[in-house]
């Protein structure tokens, strides 16, 4: 079965996000004053060819930790579902 | 004796000339060591040097851990062999999980390209060991993701065990505890984000990064 996966790369809380910071600072000048707390990621999206959920489920957990993110300083969420067809 | 030094090119790499510069000015024999190639040849000393490996996509370091060379450079390093990482290789060897922690943007959000006070906090490492711990030395940074972070467990570690080598005199990136370069427990692999090969001599504005990379040669 294909999986379609999506991956959001966060950074953890407290680390320094200079780019979420930068965005936040220009808010006000564009005229959106009240908008606090922009934290920028990445998202990560691609099919996996494993023979259920909980197997691609777990491949795509192994690829985020040992790949996709540094576990020091980010974390992952992984949005998965059955997508027969997709990436063919 | 004079040591043969390998210097690890990675497809954006761009600090391994000042390396191979640098060493051979101190009587050392370097040679570039491709990436695509998973072997050391032999050599006794490894520096991972500074620039963008694989251009830094996905985060510094990230991908460049999975080349071939890395996995010569693990088996160099678990045999005792000196390894270095400066900047960009600092990043590749916490990555490669040859060092612990991790480099995260400056704090000031802004790209560091200075020249920066540093103490010898240990000189007892592959690359301080003929330092004057307690000295201070002038060494360029050049980095946008220099804030080395680490759980509260590892630092602990790191100061207990005398394996924070060099610190920062002004702490330009917000660095945990001030930290510049650190040590692995057998003291052999050294990262840290000063690039001592920038100052190897007055007419660079600094001749500090010599007794580091003496240590490595000598």
Redesign the interface.
């Known amino acids: 079965m294909i999986f379609s996966v999506h991956v959001e790369v966060r950074?953890r809380p407290g680390?320094?996000?200079?780019q979420g910071?930068?965005i936040e600072r220009a808010l006000p000048t564009l005229g959106f004053p009240g908008v606090e707390g922009v934290r920028v990621g990445k998202s990560i999206r691609f099919t996996i060819d494993a023979a259920d959920e909980a197997s691609a489920r777990s491949e795509a957990e192994d690829l985020c930790r040992r790949?996709?993110t540094?576990p020091?300083?980010e974390d992952a969420v992984i949005e998965l579902e059955a997508a027969a067809g997709v990436g063919r | 004796m004079s040591r043969r030094v390998g210097v690890v090119l990675f497809p954006g790499s761009n600090c391994e000339q000042d390396v191979v510069e640098a060493v051979d000015l101190l009587g050392g024999e370097a040679e570039i060591l491709w990436h695509g190639d998973a072997t050391v040849n032999g050599v006794d000393a490894v520096v991972v040097p500074g620039g963008f490996a694989h251009g830094d996509y996905?985060?510094p370091g990230?991908i460049a851990r999975?080349s071939p060379v890395m996995a010569a450079v693990a088996d160099h390093a678990a045999a005792g062999g000196p390894v270095v990482g400066i900047c960009n290789g600092f990043q590749v060897l916490?990555?490669a999980g040859l060092l612990p922690?991790?480099l995260?943007?400056?704090?000031g959000?802004k790209f560091l390209c200075t020249t920066v006070e540093l103490r010898v906090e240990s000189n007892d490492s592959a690359l301080t060991r003929l330092a004057e711990a307690g000295s201070t030395i002038r060494i360029p940074v050049n980095h946008f993701e220099g804030?080395y972070?680490?759980?509260d467990e590892t630092l602990a570690a790191l100061k207990s065990e005398d394996r924070v080598v060099l610190r920062y005199v002004d702490n330009p990136n917000?660095s945990v505890d001030d930290i510049a370069g650190i040590c692995n427990e057998g003291r052999n692999v050294v990262g840290l984000m000063p690039h001592p090969e920038r100052a190897t001599s007055e007419l660079l504005g600094s001749a500090d990064g010599l007794p580091l990379l003496r240590s490595l040669v000598a």
């Open positions: 950074l680390i320094a996000d200079p910071s930068t790949f996709l540094n020091v300083i | 996905l985060r990230a999975f916490t990555e922690g991790a995260q943007k400056n704090r959000l804030n972070t680490c759980d917000g």
